[in-house]
């Protein structure tokens, strides 16, 4: 009996930490977005605009997000992207190899397109 209870203590663990935890945090000048990866294996996007917090209820969630991985060496990145009616975004951490210079705390970069046009970005800060 204790063995199925410990089986089930550490599996309820592992489930709870795996659903709960956030792929990658990005916390912009205007929002806090969280990527998390979901149990059906799509991600999920949920924005607050500042002053919220993440424990308020998020201005946006858009799940059925796709996760990419790009380049090579000390330029590899990963991309997660999110699209809502004709608005597409972008989620991308680490910020090496990028072509603007990124503050000293970025930790990734935000960005937003309309129509497939480049809107605006905001730096991931620490």
């Known amino acids: 009996m204790p063995k199925y209870l410990i089986s089930f203590i550490i ?8 659903a709960a935890s956030d792929q990658f945090v990005c916390k912009t000048s205007k929002h806090t977005v969280t990527v998390k990866l979901l149990p059906s294996g799509k991600y999920q996007y949920k924005a607050w605009n500042k002053p919220k917090n993440v424990n308020e209820k998020p201005d946006m969630v858009i799940a059925g997000g796709e996760e990419m991985v790009e380049g090579t060496g000390v330029c590899r990145y990963i991309r ?19 072509e603007a210079i990124p503050p000293p705390n970025a930790t990734g970069q935000l960005s937003v397109f309309i129509n497939g046009d480049h809107k605006k970005s905001w730096w991931c800060l620490e």
């Not at 992207?81 to 990028?98: A, L, M």
């Open 11 to 18: 599996l309820t663990f592992l489930l709870s930490n795996a």
């Open 80 to 98: 997660w992207e999110f699209t809502q009616g004709n608005v597409q975004y972008i989620v991308s951490r680490p910020v090496t190899c990028t």
